[in-house]
């Protein structure tokens, strides 16, 4: 495997670039639901929430957070902010 990594940039199979001001909750279907995605922030903005309804869980969102969880099988969504 140490031989495989050296020619590949990064631990994870794929990379998304997703914008939102906000998202109403929902589940990702068409994800893998034995892996976990990990979501980043970077922005100038404020006031970001992040909730998981399924798990009664809410968030601070902040410049720079990274959230791990399976987005096929826990609802999320993403208040709306003040920013851009």
Sequence with gaps: MSETLQYWASVFNSL??????????????LLI???FDILTTVGNY???????PSLRLEFRYDLGCMIAFS????????HA????
């Design 71 to 78: 987005r096929r099988l826990v609802r999320h969504g993403v």
């Design 81 to 84: 902010v003040e920013g851009d």
């Design 16 to 29: 998304s670039v997703i914008c939102n001001w906000q998202t109403p909750n929902h589940r990702d279907h």
């Design 33 to 35: 639901p034995e892996c």
């Design 46 to 52: 404020s006031n970001a929430r992040v909730s998981m």
